[in-house]
């Protein structure tokens, strides 16, 4: 006799909490009414009121690049960040590293953007070009992305084995060549979750943002804090069931992508076990 | 290995000098300027000497502690019973979702649900018990704020649980040991570090939720976080926002301390 899967039933509510919130932002974004109250009528009104709102538009297509631009520069300064750590021999200096990495992972949000509020004023005040902005937002996107993609492949560069890179360097390889065909396709598990980590961190930012974005520069996050302020306004359930759908279409991607490289992976390794035995 | 190791090491060291150690020191720096930028220490005096400031932080670290709590109850079964489903990726990936969609996003959507007129307060009418003033008040700050530390707190602990050798769990059942005996004694510890890291990455934001305590909290509550941003944006007054960041900072750090991880055994 099978026991009643208590476990199944957990995870089931969790998981109807986690989405009902969403979903009831989605619902209503079809609602005639105005309100999140009560459902008077279907309608579509609420999406060609965002796809006329032509600013709303831009901020939106803002925030996308900004978190595009600032993890992919996260990523790459962070996977060698990792490296730099790791191939630290001293061991206090390592712990140094290790601490300061840290620092800005666990600051409070608030934190960050006060000390980068100070930090880019006193920039402006030296050059007197910079002014806060989309680079000042760009900028601070990519300084507290960068630790998160570090802590993403700092355990994959533990997991590897460093007799690899011995065997190839006494194959002949040069550091370029270890690095760009042994460590990194090793780390790529890491980096690609590393930027995932670092794209979702910008998008979901707000705290930073609010503090150093200034006054022509707007971020969703931002935009939405400002209007639900004011009250509701059904252009902006509508306009999260956009962003949902999409994030949904590149989660399912992704893991497709991913399905597929475990499944190359597992198959490889049958290969290799199948090779071994035979000797 | 080491001259390559320092041409591509050198961004990481700009970025460690630039947006850590600067801006760090800036904070404290500026925590000993009055609004008139004079060299003073009135902002610690004020912060020291007021009840207000204290009794306002005892409170922000109070509502943190609770957070974090119910998150990791929440949390913690959550993992455990995923990394035993079939296709975990795929369901790991639907706890991440939600991070994704906007944190804003997700207050604005409590605002519709806990309104005086929402479906729960429609829920509670139909019921009999009547509708309740929900929103803006400290129960629905921190079911709020639970909701969206959520997902930071299970992916730590889902890691360190996938993490674990399952051959340690089999050895537990070849000496003997139960199921309660095996999670008590093997799984539990061997997970504590994602725990750990569960902890430091709620309880921190938890202190600075200042969108939170202004969209879902009516401004009752108040944490360290809002008194910040009010003090930075709203009037301009940076050296006592400065002297609120400095205590916040030792606050992170006594986490951390508390949190990190235990030196293993002696140098060699």
């Given at each position: 006799m099978k026991k009643f899967p208590w476990s199944r039933l957990y995870l089931a509510v969790v998981f109807v909490m986690l989405y009902t919130p969403i979903f009831y932002l989605i619902f209503y974004s079809f609602n005639d009414g105005g309100t999140m109250n009560r459902f008077t009528g279907f309608t579509w009104d609420n999406y060609t009121a965002v796809f006329e709102d032509s600013r709303l538009l831009i901020i939106?297509?803002?925030?996308?690049?900004?978190?595009?631009?600032?993890?992919?520069?996260?990523?790459?300064?962070?996977?060698?960040?990792?490296?730099?750590?790791?191939?630290?021999?001293?061991?206090?200096?390592?712990?140094?590293?290790?601490?300061?990495?840290?620092?800005?992972?666990?600051?409070?949000?608030?934190?960050?953007?006060?000390?980068?509020?100070?930090?880019?004023?006193?920039?402006?005040?030296?050059?007197?070009?910079?002014?806060?902005?989309?680079?000042?937002?760009?900028?601070?996107?990519?300084?507290?992305?960068?630790?998160?993609?570090?802590?993403?492949?700092?355990?994959?560069?533990?997991?590897?084995?460093?007799?690899?890179?011995?065997?190839?360097?006494d194959l002949g390889a040069n550091n370029f060549q270890v690095?760009?065909?042994?460590?990194?396709?090793?780390?790529?598990?890491?980096?690609?979750?590393?930027?995932?980590?670092?794209?979702?961190?910008?998008?979901?930012?707000?705290?930073?943002?609010?503090?150093?974005?200034?006054?022509?520069?707007?971020?969703?996050?931002?935009?939405i804090y400002s209007r639900a302020r004011q009250g509701i306004s059904l252009e902006i359930n509508a306009l999260s069931t956009l962003v949902f759908l999409f994030s949904m279409i590149l989660v399912v991607g992704y893991y497709f992508i991913s399905q597929e490289n475990v499944s190359r992976r597992v198959r490889k390794n049958r290969q290799k076990r199948e090779v071994t035995d035979l000797q | 290995m080491t001259k390559i190791r320092r041409i591509y090491a050198i961004p990481y060291m700009f970025w460690l000098v630039l947006f850590v150690i600067a801006p760090v020191l800036m904070i404290v720096y500026q925590s000993f300027f009055d609004m008139n930028g004079q060299f003073s220490l009135i902002n610690y005096q004020t912060y020291f000497a007021s009840g207000k400031y204290l009794t306002m932080t005892l409170n922000s670290v109070w509502y943190a502690f609770l957070i974090t709590l119910i998150t990791l109850l929440i949390s913690y079964p959550t993992a455990y019973f995923l990394t035993k489903l079939k296709h975990k990726d795929l369901w790991l990936l639907l706890i991440i979702l939600p991070t994704w969609v906007n944190l804003l996003l997700k207050a604005y959507a409590f605002i519709g649900i806990f309104g005086i007129n929402g479906s729960v307060n429609s829920f509670l009418t139909f019921t009999g018990i009547g509708p309740q003033q929900i929103l803006f008040t400290d129960f629905s700050f921190l079911v709020v704020a639970t909701y969206i530390e959520l997902p930071f707190m299970i992916m730590p602990i889902y890691n360190a649980l996938e993490e674990m050798n399952p051959s340690l769990i089999s050895a537990s059942r070849d000496l003997g040991a139960n199921n309660f005996e095996t999670f008590r004694r093997v799984i539990f510890p061997l997970s504590l570090n994602g725990v750990k890291s569960g902890v430091q990455a709620v309880f921190i934001p938890s202190l600075s939720l200042f969108m939170l305590t202004r969209l879902i909290g009516g401004n009752r509550v108040i944490t360290l976080g809002t008194a910040i941003e009010q003090h930075f944006l709203v009037t301009q007054n940076w050296g006592m926002g400065s002297t609120i960041g400095v205590v916040l900072i030792i606050a992170m750090v006594v986490v951390m301390l508390l949190t990190g991880e235990k030196k293993k055994g002696g140098r060699k």
């Open positions: 939106v297509l803002n925030t996308f690049m900004l978190a595009f631009l600032s993890a992919l520069i996260a990523t790459a300064i962070g996977t060698f960040g990792a490296m730099a750590i790791y191939y630290t021999k001293q061991r206090s200096t390592r712990n140094a590293l290790l601490s300061l990495n840290n620092i800005l992972l666990v600051s409070p949000d608030v934190i960050i953007g006060a000390s980068f509020l100070i930090f880019f004023t006193m920039i402006g005040g030296l050059f007197r070009s910079f002014s806060l902005g989309f680079t000042s937002v760009l900028l601070s996107h990519i300084a507290f992305s960068i630790p998160i993609v570090v802590l993403m492949v700092l355990p994959k560069l533990r997991e590897m084995n460093d007799s690899m890179v011995d065997a190839a360097r690095v760009k065909n042994i460590i990194l396709p090793f780390l790529s598990p890491g980096i690609i979750a590393g930027y995932f980590m670092a794209f979702t961190y910008s998008l979901d930012d707000f705290a930073v943002t609010f503090f150093v974005t200034g006054n022509g520069f707007s971020t969703l996050s931002v935009e | -």
